[in-house]
């Protein structure tokens, strides 16, 4: 059986999925605080992948990066649904719950800090077209001890202008690139 070419002129895509007050109240009683779900469309080539992870920033400055996935072999995403969130933990003094959920999976980390406030808010709007190796930013969660915070928000996947001034900040990011040689 032949393989199917994947076309020469690959596009991906991803757009905002605005839930149904329905699916609000679903997920309301799920206990998740702050979730956004995107719309995934297109076919990477055979030796490209997506990554998805959250990039840590301390006081505007790239610290680490978390919950570092690759989407599996699917290969072909057609209104396929990816989800960022995070989740304060009762009980556990200031832990947070990160949450991404790609085509293939759900991967979480418990992430501790001091802050006080926070917002959270999604970065992508109408549809975005990634371009390779360009990282394309979901949704942003900005943290302070201050008693002001400018939040985030955007609508093509850019880093949001708030994140000089929060002391902490979670960065929801989806990266098409070239397959990691293992």
Known sequence: MEKEKSPLNTQITIESYNMSEKENLLISK???GQIEFFKLNGTPKEDDELQF????FKNGKFKEELLKTWDGPETKYQDSFISVG???IENEGHSLKLITGTP???VTTIYSNNMTSSSFSKLVGEKVTLEKNKPVYLAAWLGTTKNELSSGGGEN???PSGIDEAELAFLYKVLWTD???K
Not at 53 to 56: A, D, K, L, Y
């Open 53 to 56: 992870s959250v990039e840590v």
């Open 179 to 181: 397959k990691e040689k």
């Open 157 to 159: 996947g850019e880093i």
């Open 86 to 88: 995070i989740s304060d």
């Open 30 to 32: 799920t206990g998740v």
């Open 104 to 106: 293939s999976g759900l």
